[in-house]
């Protein structure tokens, strides 16, 4: 098991960066896929980004592709989500996740992570 705490939201102006983190403890973390989704008042929650266990790849939403970069730092433990050119719709909850599978594909189910975080709240102004 996982635990993982998210960090780094706020209000920002839409067009804005924002940098969000997720500190794990438990499994070692360099041995798990990790991933980002949220969710918007009123939706479901939806799959944002992915990276490997190792940081040697990486999938992204359709929506945030070129704007967004998910990284980790495996000697640290924090897998961070770098928001660029924010948009009002990008308004969310945003949660990070633990795939403890070790699949060889990233996942952007939500069945598919184990672990999960609180959400950190996003808040993004026109």
């Not at 000697?75 to 989500?81: E, G």
């Not at 969310?92 to 975080?117: F, I, M, N, P």
Request: proline letters at 3%; glycine letters at 12%; charged letters at 15%.
């Amino acid at each position: 098991q996982v635990q993982l705490v998210e960090s780094g939201g706020g209000l920002v102006q839409a067009g804005g960066p924002l940098r969000l983190s997720c500190a794990a403890s438990g499994r070692t973390f360099s041995t798990y896929a990790m991933g980002w989704f949220r969710q918007a008042p009123g939706k479901a929650r939806e799959f944002v980004a992915a990276i490997s266990w190792n940081g040697g790849g990486s999938y992204y939403a359709d929506s945030v592709k070129g704007r967004f970069t998910i990284s980790r730092d495996n000697a640290k433990n924090p897998v961070y989500l770098q928001m660029h050119s924010l948009k009002p719709e990008g308004t969310a909850v945003y949660y990070c996740a633990a795939d403890l599978h070790r699949s060889s594909e990233l996942a952007t189910q939500e069945h598919k992570y184990d672990d999960w975080g609180q959400g950190t709240q996003v808040t993004v102004s026109s």
